[in-house]
Antibody, heavy 117, light 110 residues
Framework: EVQVVESGGGLIQPGGSLRLSCVAS????????MHWVRQAPGEGLVWVSRINSDGNYRTYADFVKGRFTISRDNAKNTLYLQLNSLSADDTAVYYC??????????WGQGTQVTVSS | QSALTQPASVSGSPGQSITISCTGTSSDVGGCKFVSWYQQLPGKAPKVMIY???IRPSGISNRFSGSKSDNTASLTISGLQTEDEADYYCSSCTTTGTYVFGTGTKVIVL
């Protein structure tokens, strides 16, 4: 079964850091672009970042402003998102997705990040 | 990177057709072929309903159709059913290599 499973979310204080992970299975992870998308409580979907199949090309949404870093380890079938300098505005469910806008899309169930003192 | 503009809600009676608009700019919707539509049920991950403007993934009802004109994309749901009640989002790639989602539309079946 094709699936991606996120983990690493939790409660973090403002200014803190967190690393999210997304483990892929059921497909050739190293052949696919991967994305992170987030959704704040009661709000809409927001695209965060994407990385190409070998990890050499990455793009970010403007609001990231150098605070987040996307990376991947193809040997471990794992995608990462390093979150730094977190604020309350970063509170959201973070989704990992393979080819999120295609017929081959696969989304995880998300991991909750809550930034609060 | 402003969010694409969608109406907050669209409603219709069972059997009717409704259309959801998604307005961007020449830097996203107008300049990119990768425009997609998603259905999201409460507490669930989004599901692709349309990709590359007008293509339906396997298993998606032909009641769903997509189109684009200039900087505006549209999703039409024909023969509206109660199970179609959900939040719908559009997305588009941009000319700078990023992506942007729409503001989201709640579809209400009367």
């Amino acid at each position: 079964e094709v699936q991606v499973v996120e983990s690493g979310g939790g409660l973090i204080q403002p200014g803190g850091s967190l690393r999210l992970s997304c483990v892929a299975s059921g497909f050739t992870f190293s052949s696919h672009w991967m994305h992170w998308v987030r959704q704040a409580p009661g709000e809409g979907l927001v695209w965060v970042s994407r990385i190409n199949s070998d990890g050499n090309y990455r793009t970010y949404a403007d609001f990231v402003k150098g605070r987040f870093t996307i990376s991947r380890d193809n040997a471990k079938n794992t995608l990462y998102l390093q979150l730094n300098s977190l604020s309350a505005d970063d509170t959201a469910v973070y989704y990992c997705s393979r080819d999120f806008d295609s017929s081959n899309a696969c989304w995880g169930q998300g991991t909750q990040v809550t930034v609060s003192s | 990177q402003s969010a694409l503009t969608q109406p907050a809600s669209v409603s219709g009676s069972p059997g009717q057709s409704i259309t959801i608009s998604c307005t961007g700019t020449s830097s996203d919707v107008g300049g990119c072929k990768f425009v997609s539509w998603y259905q999201q049920l409460p507490g669930k991950a989004p599901k692709v309903m349309i990709y590359e403007v007008s293509i339906r993934p396997s298993g998606i009802s032909n009641r769903f159709s997509g189109s684009k004109s200039d900087n505006t994309a549209s999703l039409t749901i024909s023969g509206l059913q109660t199970e179609d009640e959900a939040d719908y989002y559009c997305s588009s790639c941009t000319t700078t290599g990023t992506y942007v989602f729409g503001t989201g539309t709640k579809v209400i079946v009367l």
